[in-house]
C-alpha cells in the first residue's frame, strides 16, 4: 500500500468512521474542541483565508431555539447530541487576510473588494474547513453528525449575522445505540478518475 498513514488513522479517519445519529450523554468538553480546531486549521485554503466560524450550541436555551430550525428527521438527533456545532462561512473574511496571508496583504483588496466575489470564495473555503473539522472530530475519537437539512435563513437570523451564511450543523459526541445506518456504497476509481 502507499498511504503512509498507519491503517488504524486511515480506519479511524475514513474507512470506519460514518456519521452518527446517535449519541451517548457523555458530554464534549471545550477542551476537545479546542484540540479539534488547533489540528485541523492548518488545512489548506485559498490565499490561507479562513471563513469558517463556528457556533457551538450547549445550553438548553439556545438548543430549544435550533431544534424546530432543523428537518423533521434531524431534530431528535440535535435534541439529544451532547454538543451541536453550526458552521458558517464569514464573508467578510477578508478583513484578516493582511494578517493571514503577509505574502500578499492586497489580495484583500485586490480579489475581495466586491461582496459577490467574497461569498463565493468564502463558501468555497469555509466547505473545505467544514470538511477538515469533520476529520478532525474523528481524529478525536468522536463521531459526527454533519446535516444540511435545516432552515438556512432561520440559523442565520436566530445564531448568526447577515455576513455570515450558514452551511451546516453538526452533531457531535460518542455514538449511541443503533448509531450508524449500513455503509451507503461509493464510486469505484476508474468511475471518478480520469487521465488526460
Do not use: C
Not at 479562513?50 to 431534530?75: C, Q, W, Y
Not at 435534541?79 to 456545532?85: G, K, N, R, S, Y
Amino acid at each position: 500500500m502507499s498511504l503512509v498513514l498507519d491503517p488504524a488513522a486511515q480506519d479511524l479517519l475514513f474507512r470506519e468512521a460514518r456519521t452518527a445519529n446517535t449519541f451517548t450523554d457523555e458530554p464534549v468538553t471545550e477542551e476537545q474542541v479546542q484540540a479539534i480546531y488547533d489540528l485541523v486549521k492548518y488545512g489548506p485554503t485559498a490565499f490561507n483565508q479562513t471563513p469558517l466560524r463556528i457556533v457551538l450550541v450547549r445550553s438548553a436555551e439556545a438548543r430549544e431555539r435550533l431544534v424546530p430550525l432543523m428537518a423533521e428527521g434531524n431534530r431528535a438527533k440535535t435534541a439529544t447530541a451532547p454538543l451541536v456545532a453550526i458552521l458558517a462561512a464569514d464573508n467578510e473574511f477578508h478583513e484578516e487576510l493582511p494578517r493571514l496571508f503577509p505574502a500578499f496583504p492586497q489580495a484583500k483588496d485586490a480579489f475581495f473588494a466586491e461582496r459577490a466575489a467574497r461569498e463565493s470564495a468564502a463558501g468555497m473555503n469555509a466547505a473545505l474547513q467544514a470538511a477538515y473539522f469533520i476529520v478532525g472530530v474523528r481524529a478525536a475519537g468522536l463521531a459526527a453528525g454533519p446535516m444540511t437539512g435545516f432552515d438556512p435563513a432561520g440559523v442565520q437570523k436566530e445564531f448568526l449575522d447577515d455576513d455570515h451564511t450558514p452551511l451546516m450543523i453538526v452533531n457531535i459526541g460518542r455514538p449511541g445505540p443503533d448509531a450508524w445506518y449500513p455503509r451507503s456504497p461509493r464510486l469505484d476509481y476508474t468511475e471518478v478518475v480520469t487521465t488526460v
